[in-house]
């Protein structure tokens, strides 16, 4: 497999690129191998210790981590896909479906953005359109009709701009299914897969517990789109990346998101697996505390959950 580094990851390239070389000419199991994996792995860990807000986007938009589909394979068995809002039509940005996750079965949807130009290309880039907010807000009604638990994976850089989906009611689509997301009367939980990007990502967000990837981010709007409001030059987006507050731990804090999810040492994308299998515990451990409430409870301590969000600050 072609590792993608990125420009923080240097020295790591470094080392690995030796490591090849002497595979070829030693051995894998040549001791200047092995001395070199260990000096990866240490370099690898000093890298990660780290990084800041901007090295965090870079990795939380990585092409090789996971997306919604390698969750449902890793996670979701018996998974039936549903298709369309009943409305206009389907939108393969977001997408959906019934399954179990370990013997519960569960409505379970998230944002899909593809692995390669053309699967890139079906699924818009993870950028859903009117149809895809609806679609979330037909499952969320199909998982109260039947009482079943909502999971979300949220991974976007936003909702698609596009005239088109202007002019099908863009911000109305995203509107209702925040409503509906809030006054959901089933357990609902949401991961922060990679990139929560502004209405888009909320719209599937509001959820009873909303959990973070240790290398994610969320935000109402990315660091370009900012730092070209801002300074008129989208070439500060670091800047604007430290100042907004972006990563799980500065969220934590805030009282944005309940939880942060640790990811493997050098992140989910090197780690893919081992990232859905953690993920996965995590997702069973909050729906297990989330049956006990009945859905007045559950309403209830959602809405206040969102109301109190920043309260603390003032």
Not at 139 to 165: H, I, K, Q, Y
Not at 253 to 260: A, E, M, N, R
Request: charged share 25%; net charge positive.
């Amino acid at each position: 497999m072609v590792r993608t580094y990125l420009d923080f990851e240097r020295s790591v390239a470094e080392l690995d690129s030796k490591i090849e070389a002497l595979i070829v000419s030693e051995g894998a199991a040549s001791e200047g191998v092995i001395a070199l994996r260990e000096k990866s792995s240490d370099e690898l860990k000093k890298v990660y210790k780290k990084i800041g807000p901007w090295e965090k986007t870079q990795v939380a938009r990585h092409p090789a981590r996971p997306h919604f589909n390698e969750y449902v394979t890793g996670l979701i068995s018996e998974y039936t896909p549903l298709s369309g809002d009943r409305k206009f039509g389907d939108d393969n940005a977001l997408l959906g479906g019934i399954g179990k996750i370990r013997g519960r079965s569960v409505v379970v949807m998230g944002h899909e953005k593809g692995t390669d130009t053309q699967t890139r290309l079906k699924h818009n880039f993870g950028m859903a359109q009117p149809e895809g907010y609806r679609k979330a807000v037909r499952l969320m009604e199909l998982a109260e009709r039947f009482s079943l638990p909502v999971v979300s994976f949220v991974d976007t850089a936003g909702a698609f701009p596009g005239r088109g989906a202007e002019e099908r009611g863009q911000a109305e689509a995203i509107a209702r299914s925040i409503d509906k997301g809030l006054s959901l009367k089933v357990p609902f939980v949401s991961i922060i897969a990679g990139e929560g990007g502004s209405g888009g990502a909320i719209a599937i967000a509001t959820a009873d517990h909303v959990m973070m990837l240790e290398h994610s981010i969320y935000s109402v709007i990315s660091p370009e789109g900012c730092a070209s409001i801002l300074w008129r030059d989208g070439a500060r987006a670091k800047d604007a990346a430290n100042a907004m507050k972006i990563t799980a731990q500065d969220l934590k804090k805030l009282g944005v998101i309940d939880k942060i999810i640790k990811e493997p040492i050098g992140g989910a994308h090197r780690a893919q697996a081992e990232t859905i299998k953690i993920v996965g515990a995590a997702i069973v451990k909050s729906l297990d505390e989330l049956s006990k409430l009945g859905s007045t409870a559950l309403i209830k301590q959602r809405r206040d959950k969102f109301l109190n969000i920043g309260r603390s600050l003032l």
